[in-house]
């Protein structure tokens, strides 16, 4: 694949690299309306992070922390000087925060007050997912150097593959690198035996990284991009949100250099052609026709831009079931996800609500 005479022979035939295929939603990706059944538990602003502390849920909106209460209620706990990128808990009570601006804070237990400004020997430019691995050690993802988190339309139309997965010593400060060169690393889990799992947003597909620093594939050629993970307490299996669907019109236009290089210079990024987090509520968006619309009303297979999926995968990486706002609902853009007893509490950033599903 790397002869430019195969690439070019590739994109004449329409095969191999260039090939616009797409894996169905089938099997345990069939298609449903779980998330738009869901239980509504709070109405916020862009909801994006959500941990469980001893204190109770906390919730990321902005730079607002959020408590989530019983009875549906929120109360600002903390506002940070940006908006929180990632959010991680332990039940020492320590809370790690990535900041827009390019900070990694945490707030209480034994490293109160520590701050990350750089990791090794890179800044801290797009901090997207941390997960604890015990009160002295921090597993973070940094997503890109070229792109703040809210750029993260550009990191996709311009090829990203800057991002990076970092092992925090919080006790000394020391950071390690467990891997580079990865296209937008969104999401991090801890496994039972040491290793991390950790979600590729643009090459869609799951990682295991050893701590020597080897890596496999857990699952591929997944249908959307794949965001945050979270560990079933109950089981050995992971719940994944994938906050945007692939289509066959975005991997077109990811193949059309000159085309998405004048899009990205020219127009403003909510009407590029590119993945959304929200449904379709400008007549400026792009896909307008298509025959999206029947008699008013947007078909709930049309291929939306945007749609809420979550995904569980068993101890193998295997799907097991999944949950979805269809391209007609409204619960879009869900970006990470809790569970809690019977129920799998979800940011629908898209869709400013938090919701609650039975599970």
């Not at 129920?343 to 609500?353: R, V």
Request: hydrophobic share 40%.
């Amino acid at each position: 694949m790397s002869n430019p005479f195969t690439r070019l022979f590739d994109r004449f035939r329409g095969s191999g690299s260039a090939a616009i295929t797409l894996p169905p939603m089938d099997g345990a990706l069939r298609p449903n309306t779980r998330i738009d059944e869901a239980e509504a538990m709070a109405a916020v602003a862009a909801p994006d992070n959500i941990v469980e502390t001893a204190s109770g849920i906390l919730l990321s909106s902005g730079p607002r922390l959020l408590s989530l209460g019983p009875s549906k209620e929120t109360e600002i706990v903390w506002t940070a000087s940006s908006a929180i990128t990632c959010l991680a808990a332990h039940p020492s009570g320590a809370l790690a925060a990535g900041l827009e601006e390019g900070r990694l804070v945490i707030r209480g237990g034994a490293h109160d007050g520590r701050k990350f400004t750089t990791l090794g020997d890179i800044p801290v430019v797009s901090a997207s997912a941390a997960a604890f691995a015990g009160e002295d050690t921090l597993f973070v993802c940094l997503a890109s150097q070229a792109h703040r988190m809210t750029g993260w339309k550009a990191d996709l139309m311009t090829h990203g593959a800057s991002g990076s997965v970092w092992k925090i010593d919080l006790a000394g400060g020391a950071a390690t690198c467990m891997a580079r060169k990865l296209a937008f690393p969104y999401g991090v889990a801890v496994d039972e035996g040491g290793d991390i799992i950790v979600s590729e947003s643009w090459r869609h597909r799951l990682l295991r990284i050893s701590p020597d620093g080897r890596t496999e594939v857990v699952i591929d050629d997944l249908p959307g991009y794949p965001a945050r993970l979270a560990r079933d307490s109950k089981s050995e299996d992971l719940w994944l949100s994938i906050f945007a669907p692939r289509t066959q019109l975005v991997e077109f236009v990811l193949r059309e250099d000159e085309y998405r290089r004048r899009m990205v210079e020219t127009i403003d990024p909510e009407y590029w052609i590119a993945p959304s987090l929200h449904h379709p509520h400008s007549y400026l968006e792009p896909m307008q026709g298509g025959s999206l619309k029947q008699l008013g009303e947007l078909k709930p297979w049309a291929p939306s831009r945007s749609m809420g999926i979550m995904m569980r995968l068993d101890g193998h990486g295997h799907p097991v079931e999944s949950l979805h706002s269809r391209a007609n609902g409204i619960r879009h853009g869900v970006t990470s996800c809790l569970p809690v007893g019977d129920g799998l509490l979800m940011t629908c950033k898209g869709g400013d609500i938090v919701v609650r599903a039975k599970i």
